[in-house]
């Protein structure tokens, strides 16, 4: 046996000590039982899958513009539990001179140093504090980290655990994490002078030593981070160190380089930029220094949850293991090769990145005004809705039903503290999180619910920008700026993106209202959802955005993306497909499942040849985009319109040629934006996703696995079996659900709901017939026209 690989009996015992994550529970071992693979799913995963970008220039687009880096999934390959608000995490982009990624990434597959790790659990790891870096000799006051090479042949990522040998410094640096803590082992070599330097970032704040073992930190209070795990942090090390001082750097200007700087040895408290602290310990060959990190809202919980967590770096390791391989061990896979394994469950563990969770029941947390309380149930931070709304709260759906009941009342509760619903970019997606859970039959008090989302819809001082806008004319207009409007062009309204998503939002409000008897309301609504219309224009056959007197606007080419003129970091082209409750509505306006055929297929035919860039618009296959979310549902339409046999060719292809296509193996297009491109790649490689997940209904496309096993959230099993599957056999011939010939190219949750098994026979050629009849199409809210 493998001695860093713990064995797998040992492992599960071990988890029987911990607080299991959401539902999982030490019971779905199931899938070692039955399946018996020679590697375990938690040992599939590696998290360095979506640090790198793609690499073949037909699948790149035309980004990125000289001077920039090519986009890539933007994941961390830090340590962390599922939805945790706490990460141990590589860092080897000094983000805090400058970042060109749009937001501040902290890692990059392609970077030769590293220049900290961090222990925070932001989003984008970039924002994390504070920095901690192991140092050798000679170091630098931030933000001129000391950074060191690092030997990538040493880098090992695997779900709770990170390592890397430091080249530069001869130190080998390993993390893991639990619920609020993060760990960080250094093995230094024989030094009199092996440092570890931890400092706040650029804004500051206070950092004191205490005695001879103990950091203590603070961030200032205006970073608007209630919802986070805390200002505080506290840093504990193994042993005493020898010698230690504080330092700050005052920049007033980037011009100014490093500016003042402060550094004093044997000063106990520093204030003011990046200020921190350095400990100097005296070391021989191979001796270890671990320093635990925990934040909290005040000091005193972030002593609190440092001495109540593991404090052994392998018995904690060994835990996120177990909590990891609880999870995987939900879907269990037969079949794929090798490559098709590691990548679905490695997108599997990175559709676990968000939401959040920011206090577990019985815990204080601070809600949005600032006011500690203790938590009634599992509390969670905000869902980053335009992102994972459309796929990855599916999947939770399935898997996790109990979780997502927390998620709806931490977003309901954040709501009441509020006022309005959370929401995020252009649209208002948290209905969808909601009309879905209620067909899925997830259990809340929608009627609370509701008032807070149709106050949303009608309200406007809310969130829904330009509401009253749309509440007038039923389409929101741009503004065409100055000059020439080409490319890139961020500024404008996204009036067509935000019509077409508000009529999505307003269709799920709708159903919702419809279901709690609000009959009038389900009406408004419906009318409303029908304003995707108003901006489709017949004479080009695209969305299209108008001027404030109504009139389109011109010159429109369809090819050229925007980021907020007109679409939302789309194209005309890839904005037209951004109508998932009325596909056949669409259908329609194109002139009937022939023309619908006919524009699709151009769409992933045509060139992507824009003048402007889109800098997250990588991945591409003709004008589709994978690397961003408003087309990500195009292949699955097909099943619509008679041909799902091109859905099932289609999402084969991007499954195989727009996730780890390049060098690395572990190339994401795009950005991941918190799971939302990895949840695709889960669903689409099992062999269905929901195209509107406020339905409750999904596609049916082509599963790159023999079998799957789904543990659903209830303890039923929902299986998929492809028989015949090959690279080749991409086909579906036949199938059959529940023993039930099965001639519709989707199913919908309550088919599941209880346990099922899909059986798809597979083939070389597409079954042209299988799926096409226009009586097995999914549910619209249009009706085909006569």
């Known amino acids: 046996m493998n001695p860093a690989i713990p064995d797998r009996r040992a492992v599960l015992a071990v988890a029987l000590t911990i607080v299991a994550f959401g539902g999982v529970d030490i019971g779905y071992a199931w899938a070692a039982e039955t399946t018996r693979a020679a590697v375990a799913p938690v040992d599939e995963a590696n998290p360095l899958v979506g640090t790198a970008p793609l690499d073949q220039p037909r699948l790149i687009g035309n980004a990125p513009p000289p001077g920039e880096p090519l986009y890539s999934g933007m994941t961390s390959p830090g340590a962390s539990l599922p939805l945790s608000a706490t990460e141990a995490a590589p860092v080897n982009i000094n983000a805090d001179l400058s970042f060109a990624t749009g937001v501040p990434v902290s890692y990059g597959y392609g970077r030769p140093a590293m220049v900290g790790f961090t222990s925070g659990g932001s989003t984008y790891g970039a924002r994390g504090e504070p920095m901690i870096m192991p140092v050798v000799g000679d170091w630098t006051v931030p933000p001129d980290y000391a950074t060191s090479y690092y030997d990538k042949a040493s880098e090992k990522a695997s779900p709770g655990y990170y390592a890397v040998d ?65 200002r505080f942090f506290t840093a504990e090390f193994s042993r005493p160190f020898t010698r230690f001082g504080t330092f700050h750097a005052t920049v007033n200007d980037k011009g100014e380089g490093l500016g003042r700087e402060d550094v004093q040895a044997g000063r106990c408290t520093v204030s003011g930029s990046y200020a921190g602290a350095y400990v100097t310990f005296d070391t021989r060959a191979g001796e270890q220094v671990l320093v635990r990190v925990a934040h909290g809202h005040t000091a005193d919980e972030a002593d609190q949850r440092l001495h109540a967590a593991e404090g052994d770096f392998d018995r904690a390791h060994a835990q996120a293991r177990t909590v990891w391989a609880q999870l995987f061990d939900r ?147 741009d503004i065409v700026p100055p000059g020439n409007p080409s490319p890139p062009y961020a500024g404008g309204k996204a009036g067509v993106a935000t019509t077409l998503e508000y009529a999505w939002d307003d269709h799920a409000l709708a159903d919702v209202a419809q279901r709690l008897g609000r009959k009038d309301d389900a009406a408004m609504f419906l009318r409303r959802a029908a304003n995707w219309r108003n901006v489709f224009d017949p004479s080009t056959g695209f969305m299209r955005g108008k001027t404030a007197d109504g009139k389109w606007i011109s010159p429109f080419d369809p090819a050229e993306p925007y980021y907020n003129f007109m679409m939302k970091e789309a194209s005309g082209w890839s904005t037209l497909w951004l109508v998932p409750h009325d596909v056949q509505g669409l259908m329609n306006v194109l002139g009937g499942r022939d023309a619908f055929n006919a524009k699709l297929d151009a769409f992933f035919s045509t060139p992507y040849q824009p003048k402007g860039i889109c800098r997250d618009c990588t991945g591409v296959i003709g004008q589709y985009v994978q690397g961003n979310q408003p087309d990500q549902q195009a292949a699955y339409l097909y099943a619509w319109s008679g041909q799902p046999w091109k859905t099932q060719a289609l999402t084969r292809r991007i499954l195989a040629e727009l996730y780890g296509s390049d060098a690395t193996g572990y190339g994401y297009p795009g950005m991941d934006d918190q799971g939302s491109t990895s949840s695709w790649y889960v669903l689409s490689a099992m062999g269905f996703y929901p195209v509107d997940p406020a339905s409750a209904d999904y596609i049916i496309g082509s599963p790159v696995f023999d079998r799957v096993r789904l543990r659903l959230g209830n303890g039923k099993l929902f299986e998929i079996v492809a028989r015949n599957n090959s690279d080749r056999n991409i086909y579906i011939q036949s199938a059959s659900l529940n023993g039930k010939p099965w001639t519709k190219p989707w199913f919908s949750h309550v088919d599941i709901a209880n346990g099922a098994t899909l059986v798809l026979t597979m083939g070389p050629t597409p079954n042209k017939t299988w799926g096409a009849d226009a009586v097995d199409a999914p549910p619209s809210m249009s009706a085909p026209k006569p």
Do not use: C
Not at 171 to 179: P, Y
Not at 200 to 210: D, E, I, S, Y
């Open 166 to 230: 430091l080249a530069t410094f001869h130190t080998r640096v390993e993390l893991t994490a639990t619920q609020w803590t993060s760990l960080m082992r250094f093995t230094f070599p024989a030094s009199h002078r092996s440092n570890v330097v931890v400092n706040l970032r650029r804004a500051g704040g206070k950092v004191t030593v205490v005695g001879d073992r103990t950091l203590r930190g603070v961030a200032p209070a205006t970073r608007g981070d209630h919802d986070g795990n805390g």
């Open 331 to 477: 879907v269990a896979v037969d079949g794929g090769t090798p490559k098709q394994r590691m990548l679905f469950y490695s997108t599997l563990y990175h559709s676990f990145a968000s939401p959040r969770l920011i206090a577990r029941k019985g815990e204080r947390y601070t809600d949005a005004n600032g006011q500690v309380h203790v938590a009634g149930y599992d509390r969670y931070g905000p869902v980053p809705f335009w992102d994972t709304g459309r796929n990855q709260i599916a999947l939770l759906m399935l898997l996790e039903p109990p979780v997502v009941q927390d998620i709806m009342r931490s977003e309901l509760d954040r709501a009441h503290e509020r006022g309005y619903m959370n929401t995020s970019f252009h649209g208002d997606h948290a209905v969808l999180l909601y009309d879905g859970a209620m067909r899925s039959g997830i259990t809340f008090d929608y009627a609370s619910a509701y008032e807070a989302l149709r106050k949303n819809a009608m309200d406007p001082k809310g969130p829904r920008g330009y509401l009253a806008e749309y509440m007038k004319n039923g389409w929101i207009s």
